[in-house]
């Protein structure tokens, strides 16, 4: 073929390449080859009509991979030939929609922070934008919160009702424009407007003015008031994180006595390193596009409240994400506590009249402003364990997160996840897609948020689930929801769902021993499991070691209360706790009499009971306080023989008893006895691991389950590992906590639906080939 002679491709494009400006990207680097023809967005994926001379259509179709935009995870390309029409340009045409399978195609792409171009344009006093607090291009700005369907277009999101400018139609026109096709594209004569509104002030004033608005909220938040502000994927409740009466205030109002708060600061104040001391992974992370909150080691010396996060040796940092905090930051010149603004464990609020409704007695006032916000987005929270910085909670900026499989589901599942920390996930031909974090399910708020994510996630991919999968607990919010569906159901027991989480991320194939280790989970027995080890392949878990069983005396507040924990082991075992509370009495008739004390063997109740016995804590205000407490104080050294195990069948059961008058022992100081317990409990895990490979040859371990957060623990456990010969597995992409339960249900639905039931990787992620 001469090399003059003009031919013609259509090239087929999936992965995340919508809402990224991936087409405007396309049409310049068509320009740059001398490529003519036409782009567009056809349900999920990007279809290209190009022509011209061999070698530098060629060339074209190779950047479309290799040079894509920054925010682009575009897929190889499908090149096949096709008829010259003879264009004279390359275009982008609207978009449109080629069938059902190309709909399931569809990738919705997370927020982004504020990218550098618009800072600086931001911070440029002869620019239109200048400190404008929306400003965004087709590289930063709202995605998934703000979208209504797909193709991601401007009349499909929330800024439809913001009619373009002309100046601002220049720039969505202009193919050599950074903002060519940037569908959230504004600036201060057309866009979003930000409203200052304080409780308290006479008349209830109103200011709907950037400026004015901008420079009011500052001022409030210098005179040591909290403000309730609208980000990307909800509101913030900001204050000043310098000031204990401050810090002291929110706490009080918002009835959250201990639970840490997350920081914002500048990025001057993050290299100034007199706040906290990041590793350079975790700073790395934080100015990363996502904009996670990450934990952090706490500076000594610290200008922060004492009360930001008590007890703990960490605190969460947060770098500015949107023009708005950062014009915030900036001007405020100092930490600002930012906190989600909602009711504890519920979704955060998303809307002016719903957050002065139930947020009017905690925050003195609020900074609005008029873009929409579609779906809630919390923040992402990271934490350095292993090593390694893992998710503890996926919101804005990572999630949705989609996963490819090795080979297709069957047909389309919806699983619903866990009740805490939920998430749900949504398995289309050969990937799953994971939600977001939504919360806790136990409010009216909190389902109904899960049923407008669920109802999102499926309508943009035009999916009618055939099969619900959920949780195996009968009392779950979101069985119970499954259940109320007219669909084909099936349960997951929870920590099978958890093993088979991380077997799907783990490199490799095979059988692996995961130990899932957690609060509580319903459990094939029909007791709260927590402290189980798992052998085997998803669709075909057995349970081969656990805890002694111990009765949770007042059943669910025996999560809240850690006293009742330490009391109950004390008195399965015999053993006298001398410093039981006073008011004992009816909660040893309980026991006693077995009223409302269901048998479990977690792990997680183990550390609340042993916060109690050693005198950190006896209750809690928030989930997981007690174990993060104790992780804090055990800063020393410790080495430890396991505790016994014995053979209950098929169980290889770890007795804790010895362990009591250890931890009731003065005779050590309550750091010892922390670092007792952890290295106590990570020796008698590899001991658990050893006896089973003797039996089973399996020196695969996964770890799952919240109780894995704690880093103290789970170093420990990795030492003891490897010193003993097993490869061991720590989740890096999904939490290790009930976050990961939704994925985990779809990992082992499609296990138990296979056609060949002996084939045990058809639910391996693609990237494990």
Known sequence: MASDTLIAQRIRLRGRIQGVGFRPFTVRLAQRHDVRGWVRNVGGEVEIHAEGRPEPLARFVAGLTAEAPQLARPDAPQVSAATVEHHEDFRILDSGMAGQASHNRIVVPPDHFVCPDCLAEMADPQARRYRYPFTNCTQCGPRYTIIDRLPYDRPNTAMAGFELCADCRAEYDDPADRRFHAQPLACPRCGPTLEYLECHQPGRAVLRDNEAALAACVESLRDGLIVAVKGVGGYHLLCDARSDAVVARLRARKRRPAKPFAVMLSEAMLEAGDIAAPTPEEGALLRSAQRP????????????????????????????YSPLHHLLVQAFDGPLV?????????????????????????ADAFLHHDRPIRRPADDSVFRTVGGTPRPIRLGRGHAPLEFPLRRPVPSPLLAVGADLKNTVALAIDDRVIVSPHQGDLGSLRGLQVFAQVIDDLCRMRAVEPEMLVCDAHPGYFSTRWASARNRPLLRVGHHAAHASAVYAEAPGGGPMLVFTWDGLGWGDDQTLWGGEALLGTPGAWRRVASLRPFRLIGGDRASRDSWRCALALCLEAGVDWHDKPATADLAIAAWEKRVNSPQTSSVGRLFDAAAALIGVTREQSYEGEAAMRLEALATGKSNSDALPLNKDGALWRADWAPLLPLLMSEERSPAE??????????ATLREQAVKLREESGVARVGLAGGVFQNRVLVEHVLRELAAAGFTAFLPERLPVNDAAIAFGQIVEAQARLSADPGRNDNFLLARNQ
Do not use: F, M, W, Y
Not at 305 to 318: H, N, S, T
């Open 293 to 320: 909150i990450v934990l952090a080691a706490k500076k000594a010396g610290s200008a922060l409240a004492a009360a930001i996060a008590p007890g703990l040796g960490e605190v969460g940092l947060l770098l500015p």
């Open 338 to 362: 930012a906190t989600s603004a909602n009711i504890s464990g519920e979704p955060v609020l998303t809307d002016a009249a719903s957050v002065e409704q139930r947020l009017g007695d905690v």
């Open 673 to 682: 006895r922390a670092a007792l317990l952890h290295a106590t409990l990570a």
